[in-house]
């Protein structure tokens, strides 16, 4: 005999952490209305989907209306935790204060086009899905190091950040972020093997968003 159980959303994704506790949560931004696609430059935005990315600034409008400027340093279940610009001119990451907030409580995402004028282009949250996901690879984006004051014998961390046109470098001095221009962008690679991988984990989870539940057929 055949018996057909519905689960509930939240508990399927439980099974999934417990069965991949050696894994990170990752996160797709993906324009409803789309199938996602993996693409060899993952970090830009596309309306077939694109990775929030560790140690990436990106500029954020919240529900409340507040825009903020913040570094992505860590993604849990629905939650991405970041820290601000520090206030002072060089300063150990691990004294900065982490923001935790739950991907529902940002209303935009704002992608610079031009810096003096601050005009963006808005990314609507509640028109994208947020699509959690596990996977063994960690979406990180590396800082560079360059020598940004002449007076100085040390170099200077310059953090990635995206804007309208991809991502740009910007170093911290004083409470903001100051563009550093002539770098080379080095784009995160993932295998052809990663790819098919995390799009067939995405499509699953996608597939669960919209249908708000998972058949399971028990034989008994």
């Known amino acids: 005999m055949k018996r057909r159980l519905l689960l509930p959303l939240f508990i399927f994704i439980q099974i999934i952490s417990f069965a991949q506790n050696d894994s990170v949560w990752n996160v797709m931004i993906l324009k409803k209305g789309n199938q996602p696609s993996i693409k060899e430059n993952m970090v830009e ?3 077939t989907g694109f990775y929030l990315y560790r140690n990436c600034f990106y500029d ?3 529900r409340d209306k507040t825009k903020q400027t913040l570094r992505l340093v860590d ?4 939650t991405l935790l970041f820290v601000g ?7 150990n990451s691990s004294l900065y204060d982490t923001i935790s907030l ?9 992608l610079l086009k031009d810096w003096s004028m601050k005009t963006s282009k808005k ?7 947020f699509i959690f996901y596990k ?5 990180v984006y590396e800082s560079k190091f360059e020598y940004v004051f002449p007076s100085r014998e040390f170099k200077n961390e310059l953090f990635p950040r995206l804007a ?3 991502i740009t470098y910007h170093y911290e001095y004083k409470g903001k972020l100051y563009y550093h221009s002539g770098l080379k962008v080095l784009q995160p690679k993932y295998s052809e093997e990663e790819k098919l991988k995390t799009l067939k984990v995405i499509t699953s989870v996608l597939d669960l968003i919209l249908n708000k539940r998972i058949n399971i057929d028990i034989n008994y």
């Open 164 to 166: 309208n046109k991809g």
């Open 102 to 110: 739950n991907y529902t409580t940002i209303d935009k995402i704002l």
């Open 75 to 78: 993604i849990r279940q629905d």
């Open 60 to 62: 954020i409008q919240l």
């Open 123 to 129: 990314i609507k949250s509640d028109n994208y899905h």
């Open 135 to 139: 996977s063994t690879t960690k979406n």
């Open 85 to 91: 610009i520090s206030p002072k001119e060089n300063v």
């Open 45 to 47: 935005y596309s309306p």
